[in-house]
């Protein structure tokens, strides 16, 4: 997503299921799988992304930063 919305800007769940139509479309995820997980991701608790889906996202921090931030999150929840 990062050299995506580099050269394109904000990006919306439907443009990035475009990007996916060389994989098997049987596996293909829908728009609306899409906007839910790129919903969670620009959650306030999560921060990975921001913008809105009507007019796309963008990336809010490095890739390394989100990992990081899922990971201590699973951790958290995993100890409850």
């Not at 999560?46 to 809105?52: H, K, L, S």
């Amino acid at each position: 997503m990062a050299d995506l919305t580099r050269d394109l800007g904000p990006l919306t769940a439907s443009q990035l299921l475009l990007t996916m139509y060389h994989q098997d479309r049987d596996d293909l995820p829908t728009a609306a799988d899409i906007d839910e997980v790129l919903a969670s991701l620009a959650s306030p608790l999560v921060g990975a992304i921001q913008g809105e889906a009507a007019t796309g996202y963008v990336l809010a921090c490095s890739p390394t930063v989100t990992a990081e931030r899922l990971q201590i999150l699973g951790e958290a929840l995993s100890d409850g």
